[in-house]
């Protein structure tokens, strides 16, 4: 379905670039792709997780760690799909234009692509609330990036689906590898001065309440 989708898009992008700008631009969206920009996602989970350290709320840290871990493997994506495929702005050329351009590229949408990734950690771990709040937000965040000519609609819809795919896999993963009772985390030796590793071996609270 999503290779359909983005074949589709692919091929229609020039004429809805061309549909764009024959009416009139929605001026108020386009402070909404903000939403989506490095600096203010990655600023704005620095102060999530410091406020959730401050305040000793372990659920506010969680989300916060996998809403960083989630944006760090989601902006080496889009980093290296903008390598790799190098598409030129909409506008620049047609669908089989690819490959081309001497720089970062549009394809895929950082800004959509982060927005997304957002989205669906907050959806995951949150439930309907925060997914009735955040994916609408998310999708303005993407039409506000076609609508300003900043991208083709199918560079939009690449960078919400890679963002949904890795916000959803990063949380799953996070939620299994809670749920391990054993796990081996990284120490250091301050004493030796080395490394190594240490085996924590996590006992239920239920067990360890029969245990007494």
């Known amino acids: 379905m999503f290779g359909a989708g983005l074949a589709?898009?692919?091929?229609?992008?020039?004429?809805?670039?061309?549909?764009?700008?024959k009416?009139?631009?929605?001026?108020?969206?386009?402070?909404?792709?903000?939403?989506?920009?490095?600096?203010?996602?990655?600023?704005?989970?620095?102060?999530?997780?410091?406020?959730g350290r401050l305040a000793h709320h372990e659920p506010t840290i969680e989300t916060s760690k996998a809403l960083m871990e989630s944006l760090l493997f989601t902006d080496l994506f889009v980093s290296a799909g903008k390598k790799v495929f190098g598409r030129d702005e909409p506008g620049q050329g047609r669908a089989g234009d690819w490959f081309k351009y001497e720089g970062t590229g549009r394809f895929p949408s950082g800004h959509a692509a982060r927005a997304f990734?957002?989205?669906?950690?907050?959806?995951?771990?949150?439930?309907?609330?925060?997914?009735?709040?955040?994916?609408?937000?998310?999708?303005?965040?993407?039409?506000?990036?076609?609508?300003?000519?900043?991208?083709?609609?199918?560079?939009?819809?690449?960078?919400?689906?890679l963002g949904y795919v890795v916000g959803r896999a990063v949380v799953r993963r996070r939620q299994q590898r809670s749920r391990s009772r054993v796990r081996l985390e990284p120490v250091v030796l301050h004493q030796d001065g080395g490394v190594g590793v240490m085996v924590r071996i996590v006992i239920p609270q239920t067990s360890a309440r029969r245990g007494r």
């Open 8 to 21: 589709g898009l692919i091929l229609l992008d020039q004429e809805i670039y061309l549909a764009n700008r």
């Open 23 to 51: 009416k009139d631009r929605l001026e108020s969206i386009h402070k909404v792709e903000q939403l989506g920009g490095f600096y203010q996602t990655h600023l704005s989970l620095l102060a999530l997780y410091g406020s």
């Open 117 to 161: 990734t957002l989205a669906t950690v907050l959806a995951e771990r949150h439930g309907k609330v925060a997914a009735w709040i955040s994916y609408p937000l998310a999708t303005l965040v993407g039409l506000s990036l076609i609508d300003s000519d900043e991208h083709a609609a199918s560079d939009a819809f690449a960078g919400a689906a």
